[in-house]
């Protein structure tokens, strides 16, 4: 079959699209790869929510500070474990129950790889509270973060704790 010269500049420009189409699909596939659920649960119920993205860091407390009054207190409300979540948008009952007064909340984030390349992940968390949150619009866009703090992790049975946290319940 004879492709005629008028045509080739067509023929090319259409399979350029194709293939950009199909290249822009395949990474959002890719974005949606891992799962990561957020639940928390106080007293009464759980909530749960899907998150975009989870990062987690740990600050390994001094062991050297003296034992008085002061240092004890400072030792008491110190939550050596940080976490920032972040969502598509912003999960309104998720913010509610952080905002609730005198509520210890604990709970776990799960990460599971839906091509099962990479081994599931649970990270449970003790005595969360938010510290501070975002949300962003930008055009037809929203992304909210919540930054959080806890006194302890488990991340697949290793135990991150700080001062003084001799129970995990």
């Known amino acids: 079959m004879k492709v005629s010269a008028q045509f080739k500049p067509v023929l090319l420009l259409f399979l350029a ?3 950009f189409v199909n290249v822009s699909h395949a990474q959002q596939w890719e974005r949606n790869r891992m ?4 639940s928390l649960q106080d007293d009464k119920e759980t909530t749960f929510s899907n ?4 990062s987690i860091s740990f600050n390994k407390p001094s062991t050297a500070a003296a034992i008085d009054s002061l240092n ?5 409300s110190y939550n050596p474990c940080y976490i920032v979540i972040t969502f598509d948008q ?3 009952p998720l913010l509610r129950l952080f905002m609730k007064k005198n509520t210890t909340l604990n709970g776990q984030i799960t990460v599971t790889d839906s091509y099962v390349k990479l081994p599931p992940r649970k990270i449970e968390l003790k005595s969360v509270v938010m510290d501070g949150m975002n949300d962003n619009f930008v055009n037809d866009s929203e992304t909210s973060y919540m930054n959080l703090s806890c006194k302890s992790l488990i991340i697949d049975g290793v135990i991150l704790t700080g001062l003084n946290t001799i129970s995990l319940k």
């Open 17 to 19: 699209t194709i293939s």
């Open 35 to 38: 799962k990561i659920e957020l």
């Open 51 to 54: 998150l975009t993205t989870v």
């Open 72 to 76: 004890q207190q400072v030792a008491d």
């Open 90 to 92: 912003l999960d309104i």
